[in-house]
T-cell receptor
């Protein structure tokens, strides 16, 4: 039981490049979330999903897209990277809206 | 609007002394409250939660939290701090907000336990 896994752990992008952050959970959780954590700040919700095929925007969705084709996977897509997207990205999952379990994070730098 | 406040950016305590990390919240309806801990370069780890029942909740690593409805607080406590408790602590509330039934996190409190 690996919990929530995220890849890659680190990435440097140039402005305008695109990439996908991968997130997988093996706990059969229906809810999944993407957060960003900026230095010295708390977590801000980017997108969330309540089940396969259902996604919705969080507090800071601009510049990102998500999909949820399976229960296990919830990738986050950055289409045109901007310096403002430099952050640490965390994926989390939960059974309904109970305790969230977090992945180890992806540290992204956009130059 | 739903919100969580952690009034202290930093808490310093000597090893062996009791510690308290404060959290207050504002939410419609009955709150579901959580504490998470984040060690350097790691994701958040669940410590404890309050949903209903006894106002004193016990969690992992000897931590406990006290729910106070009248003061809308959920302070995290530990009777005897360890150096290894040094980390970033987040309070969170499950709330019905503009984004559906979801979690709102506080800004975090950095705990430093001095040997």
């Amino acid at each position: 039981n690996a919990g929530v896994t995220q890849t890659p752990k680190f990435r440097i992008l140039k402005i305008g490049q695109s990439m996908t952050l991968q997130c997988t959970q093996d706990m059969n959780h229906n809810y999944m979330y993407w957060y960003r954590q900026d230095p010295g700040m708390g977590l801000k919700l980017i997108y969330y999903s309540v089940g396969a095929g259902i996604t919705d925007k969080g507090e800071v969705p601009n510049g990102y897209n998500v999909s949820r084709s399976t229960t296990e996977d919830f990738p986050l897509r950055l289409e045109l990277a901007a310096p403002s997207q430099t952050s640490v990205y965390f994926c989390a999952s939960s059974l309904h809206t109970d305790t969230q379990y977090f992945g180890p994070g992806t540290r992204l730098t956009v130059l | 609007a739903q919100s969580v406040a952690q009034p202290e950016d930093q808490v310093n305590v000597a090893e062996g002394n009791p510690l308290t990390v404060k959290c207050t919240y504002s939410v419609s309806g009955n709150p579901y409250l959580f504490w998470y801990v984040q060690y350097p370069n790691r994701g958040l780890q669940f410590l404890l939660k309050y949903i209903t029942g006894d106002n004193l909740v016990k969690g992992s690593y000897g931590f406990e939290a006290e729910f106070n409805k009248s003061q809308t607080s959920f302070h995290l406590k530990k009777p005897s701090a360890l150096v290894s408790d040094s980390a970033l602590y987040f309070c969170a509330v499950r709330a019905l907000d503009n984004y559906g039934q979801n979690f709102v996190f506080g800004p975090g409190t950095r705990l430093s336990v001095l040997p």
